[in-house]
């Protein structure tokens, strides 16, 4: 069996909108024959291409048509082949809050990996490297949080975000948030104690 074949079996096992990588494959041929395999498996609209080295199984729509994995799922993915972590920072960590409408198109993670830039068609995946104390962060919500808070500043910090954030750590588990606000920049620390000081005693989850 040709190294195209054997390859294009273990895609056929997969299911539409799978995310993999040509180190699935090494079992099967050298590096070069895998290369050119994946190339031709593009070239025949068998598999699509999202960024060097990542590639997916085409999924479709009866209504929307195409469906491509969002930048999230690529990089949950490519965290998840390199053994990393990954946390979303600044105006990537702002939308999936709900806190702003703006969808980035340079997504920025922080990282216990090697930082390292994704191109995605028109976008950019951006690993960068952060402290221990930045990763340490446990709340789905707080430490999402503090990320956005970190990466934007205290000038960009206002009475409208403080509203906003506010009802969100409202949700967040009180022993979560004590973790984060002990690991938080003095200043975030402050300005959530400030915020969460204001919570009638039955309003934390």
Known sequence: MSVHQAILEKINSKIPGDIFFPAEFRMLGTDDAIKMALSRLVKENTIERLANGVY??????????RIKPSLEMIA???????HIQIKP??????????LSEQVPTRHVYITNGQPRTYRVEEN???FKSASPKK???????????????DEMG????????????????????PILLENDMMLAPSWIAKEL???ISKFPADEMV
Do not use: C, V, W
């Open 193 to 195: 104690y400030s915020i």
């Open 135 to 149: 990763l340490a962060l446990k709340g789905p919500i707080s430490s999402l949080i503090i990320l956005a808070m």
């Open 124 to 126: 950019e995946i951006h």
């Open 56 to 65: 997916f199984i085409p999924q479709f729509h009866n209504l929307i048509g």
């Open 89 to 98: 920072t600044g105006m990537s960590a702002l939308n999936k809050l709900g």
């Open 154 to 173: 205290q000038t960009e910090f206002d009475e409208t975000l403080a509203s906003k954030i506010k009802g969100l750590l409202k949700k967040e588990d």
């Open 76 to 82: 949950n993915a490519i965290a998840s082949r390199d």
